[in-house]
Antibody
Framework: EVQLVESGGGVVQPGGSLRLSCAASGFTFDDYAMHWVRQAPGKGLEWVSLISGDGGSTYYADSVKGRFTISRDNSKNSLYLQMNSLRTEDTALYYC??????????????WGQGTLVTVSS | QSVLTQPPSASGTPGQRVTISCSGSSSNIGSNTVNWYQQLPGTAPKLLIYSNNQRPSGVPDRFSGSKSGTSASLAISGLQSEDEADYYCAAWDDSLNGNVFGTGTKVTVL
């Protein structure tokens, strides 16, 4: 059974940093690209970032480019999101998500339950 | 701001057919496949349709997807009370070099 468990969320002041983690199990982790997707309270879904299975390719939404860094440790079956220079508009539930086996479509077939990040003074 | 536009709401009575549209551009829907997600209240999204019209295992055949040009549609036939949820389209955008989600549609079963 595929499981994705996020951690690391919390309350941080504007301009601060936070590192999110996602522990994956139930599939061959390094075979799949992984995503971060976020959802502000009461709002829609916003894709944040994607990393390839080997970690060699990364992609970012314009809203986080230059501030967020996605990475993975395949030896630990773990995905990360380093978030710097946080803004109030980054407040959201952050989902870790697995790329669909069909590949190259951006489809996401499994989602974690999310970790809440609140940026507030 | 999303680059894929959906109607904010749709509704129907049990048993009816409901269709949700998703409008994009040549850099996303026009050149890549479309995926659809269902998000029940208080839960994580669930993949409903991938590659325009493919259903993952376990998704009822009441749900179907289609794509034409720079637009896509999700149809729910035989609407049921448990279909009350938010629905999002998504596609890769070659100009943004990233995934984009639609604005979302809330489906209400009357």
């Amino acid at each position: 059974e595929v499981q994705l468990v996020e951690s690391g969320g919390g309350v941080v002041q504007p301009g601060g940093s936070l590192r999110l983690s996602c522990a994956a199990s139930g599939f061959t982790f390094d075979d799949y690209a992984m995503h971060w997707v976020r959802q502000a309270p009461g709002k829609g879904l916003e894709w944040v970032s994607l990393i390839s299975g080997d970690g060699g390719s990364t992609y970012y939404a314009d809203s986080v480019k230059g501030r967020f860094t996605i990475s993975r440790d395949n030896s630990k079956n773990s995905l990360y999101l380093q978030m710097n220079s946080l803004r109030t508009e980054d407040t959201a539930l952050y989902y870790c998500a697995k790329d669909h086996p069909v590949g190259a479509t951006g489809a996401i077939d499994y989602w974690g339950q999310g970790t809440l990040v609140t940026v507030s003074s | 701001q999303s680059v894929l536009t959906q109607p904010p709401s749709a509704s129907g009575t049990p048993g009816q057919r409901v269709t949700i549209s998703c409008s994009g551009s040549s850099s996303n829907i026009g050149s890549n496949t479309v995926n659809w997600y269902q998000q029940l209240p208080g839960t994580a999204p669930k993949l409903l349709i991938y590659s325009n019209n493919q259903r993952p295992s376990g998704v009822p055949d009441r749900f179907s997807g289609s794509k034409s040009g720079t637009s896509a549609s999700l149809a729910i036939s035989g609407l049921q009370s448990e279909d009350e949820a938010d629905y999002y389209c998504a596609a890769w955008d070659d100009s943004l070099n990233g995934n984009v989600f639609g604005t979302g549609t809330k489906v209400t079963v009357l």
